[in-house]
């Protein structure tokens, strides 16, 4: 067994923090979402809550609110050595797991959808799908996010699911930016 001096160790490297590769999902209590996300930035703890704008009636008035594209969850990628401060955080229920671990969300969907928020695509709630077309996005702002192909009206509409939480979205979409995935379910 070979010990490392801290001597040998640059200083920068012992005071950075490390970062897990792995995306879990945190599942929180009902509209505790932002709140949650908030105490994670201030621990240093990278979360990702996407959010996208509706605009509610009521009789007296409209107003644009900010809700939650999927209530009661935020993404996280925490170190290993974090996973604990996250679950003690008020709001904070559980992580998702499968099998009692913690369950590891696939990277390219969850990146594929921040750059989409980032260039402020309008996605819609979508009923969770386990059969239809499986397609790959290969042009434009999610390119290499995966999903379902779905018609509604007159337009092309991309579906991603995250399994883990079994929760879907969509997003118009042209159909020559996917390319079908073989080896997939049949379309719907």
């Known amino acids: ?4 001096s801290t001597t040998e160790i640059p200083a920068a490297a012992l005071a950075a923090p490390v970062v897990s590769e792995h995306w879990l999902a945190v599942y929180t209590c009902a509209r505790h979402e932002k709140k949650v996300a908030h105490q994670l930035q201030e621990r240093g703890i990278e979360c990702f809550l996407p959010l996208y704008r509706s605009v509610r009636r009521w009789k007296d008035r409209r107003k644009e609110l900010e809700l939650v594209l999927f209530p009661s969850y935020i993404f996280v990628r925490p170190a290993f050595k974090d996973r604990l401060r996250v679950l003690q955080l ?12 913690p369950a590891v969300l696939s990277g390219g969907d969850i990146e594929a959808l921040r ?3 980032a260039h402020r695509l309008q996605p819609e709630h979508h009923p969770y799908l386990t059969a239809g077309r499986r397609v790959k996005v290969v042009h434009g702002p999610l390119s290499g996010a995966e999903g379902f192909l779905s018609r509604w009206k007159n337009s092309s509409r991309l579906v991603i699911s995250i399994d883990a939480i079994m929760r879907s979205i969509s997003v118009e979409i042209d159909e020559t930016d996917v390319a079908p995935l073989f080896g997939g379910a049949s379309t719907l």
Do not use: A
């Open 115 to 117: 750059n989409g928020m």
């Open 90 to 101: 008020p709001g904070v229920v559980r992580f998702v797991t499968f099998n009692g671990e």
């Open 1 to 4: 067994m070979t010990l490392v």
